[in-house]
C-alpha cells in the first residue's frame, strides 16, 4: 500500500473536482481500490502503485483536455475515463468481459448497465434478440458494437443497419439530392456508432464495397439476409407488415437485433406499430429474446432519466 500526493497545476481545482466535489466523484468511480482525499490543489491517493499512476495519467489527460477546450463535463470524464492505451488493451481484454470492442482513439465499447450485458450474453446464444425501452439507454450503440465485432472476428460477412424512414412515408422523392442525401438524416445515429468504432477510411471502404449497409426498411423488401448481423433501429415506426417482411428476410447464418422505443411512435394514429404486434405475437418463443429497457439503463445526462420517469408518470 502507498501513498502519494498529486499536485494540481495550470487549473483551478473547481474546474477538475466540480462542486461539491461532483466531478471527482465521477473519476473516483473507476479507481474503487483507491482512497482518494481532495484537499486545496492537491490529491491524496491511497492504494497499490500500479493504480496510482494510472489515477495520476488520468488526472493529467483530464487537466489537459480542460486545458485545450476550456471545459470539462462528466461526459468528457467518462469518455476519458474509457480510453486505454494500446499497450494496455490485451491486458483489459483478459480481466474486463463488459468489454465488447475497442473504437477509435482508443475508446472502449463495453455493457455499461445490466441490461446491455443481458443484450450482450443474449447476442451470444440468440439469433435474434429485442432490445426495447427508452431513449438513451444505449439500446442500438451496443448492437452496432456488436455487430462490429462480429464482422471483425469474421462471424458474419456483412453488416446491415436499417430503420423505417417514417418521417416521409417512406417517400423521399420530395428531398433534395441524390438518393443517399436523401436517405442520411434518417440513418444518421446509425453513421455516428459506426464512425467511434472504425477508422474513417476503413469505413468508407466497408459502405463503397456493401461490406456494411445501411439502408431504409421499405429497401429490405424481396432480399434474404443470410451471413449477416442485421439491426433494425426504431423498430417502433415499423408497420404490421413491414416487421412480418423484415422477420422473414432472415437466412441461415443471420444474427438480428430489433431496437426500438414503443413511448415514441411515430406513424399515423390509425397505423398500429409492428414493434408492438411482434412483441405480443412472439413472446412465448423460447429462440428469440427480448430485454426490456428502463430509465435505470440510461447512460446520456442525468436528466434524461427523470425526464423518462416524468413522462412514464404522466402516461400511468
Known amino acids: 500500500m502507498s501513498e502519494k500526493a498529486i499536485e494540481i497545476s495550470g487549473i483551478n481545482p473547481v ?43 488520468k488526472i493529467n489527460l483530464l487537466i489537459q483536455h480542460f486545458l485545450k477546450y476550456k471545459q470539462l463535463t462528466k461526459n468528457n470524464i467518462e469518455r476519458l475515463m474509457d480510453e486505454v492505451p494500446s499497450d494496455k488493451k490485451s491486458e483489459v481484454l483478459q480481466h474486463d468481459d463488459e468489454t465488447i470492442l475497442f473504437g477509435n482513439n482508443g475508446l472502449v465499447v463495453k455493457a455499461r448497465t445490466a ?59 420530395f428531398l433534395p439530392g441524390d438518393l443517399k442525401e436523401k436517405l442520411d438524416p434518417y440513418m444518421q445515429p446509425l453513421y455516428d456508432a459506426l464512425r467511434d468504432m472504425i477508422p474513417a477510411e476503413k469505413l468508407a471502404e466497408m459502405l463503397e464495397g456493401g461490406i456494411i449497409q445501411i439502408a431504409p426498411l421499405a429497401f429490405m423488401r424481396g432480399r434474404t ?57 412472439l413472446k412465448d418463443i423460447k429462440d ?3 430485454v426490456i429497457f428502463d430509465e435505470k439503463d440510461v447512460i446520456r445526462h442525468q436528466l434524461v432519466k427523470k425526464i423518462i420517469v416524468a413522462y412514464s408518470s404522466e402516461d400511468d
Open 15 to 57: 474546474e477538475l473536482f466540480g462542486v461539491n466535489e461532483a466531478k471527482l466523484s465521477v473519476i473516483i468511480r473507476y479507481f474503487p481500490k483507491l482512497k482518494v482525499i481532495a484537499r486545496g490543489d492537491l490529491l491524496k491517493v491511497i492504494g497499490d502503485d500500479d493504480e496510482i499512476e494510472l489515477f495520476e495519467q
Open 115 to 173: 441490461n446491455q450485458r443481458i443484450l450482450v450474453e443474449s447476442c451470444k446464444k440468440m439469433d435474434l434478440t429485442f432490445a426495447v425501452g427508452p431513449a438513451g439507454t444505449g439500446k442500438t450503440y451496443t448492437a452496432v458494437a456488436l455487430a462490429v465485432k462480429a464482422l471483425k472476428n469474421k462471424e458474419v460477412k456483412r453488416i446491415i443497419l436499417t430503420r423505417p424512414a417514417v418521417e416521409s412515408g417512406e417517400n423521399l422523392g
Open 288 to 290: 428469440i429474446k427480448m
Open 225 to 281: 439476409l443470410d451471413k449477416s448481423f442485421v439491426i433494425l433501429d426504431e423498430a417502433q415506426n415499423a408497420t404490421e407488415s413491414q416487421f412480418r417482411m423484415f422477420l422473414t428476410r432472415m437466412g441461415k447464418s443471420a444474427k438480428f437485433i430489433i431496437t426500438g422505443d414503443p413511448s415514441q411512435i411515430d406513424l399515423p394514429k390509425r397505423q398500429p406499430s409492428g414493434l408492438i404486434q411482434a412483441l405480443r405475437v
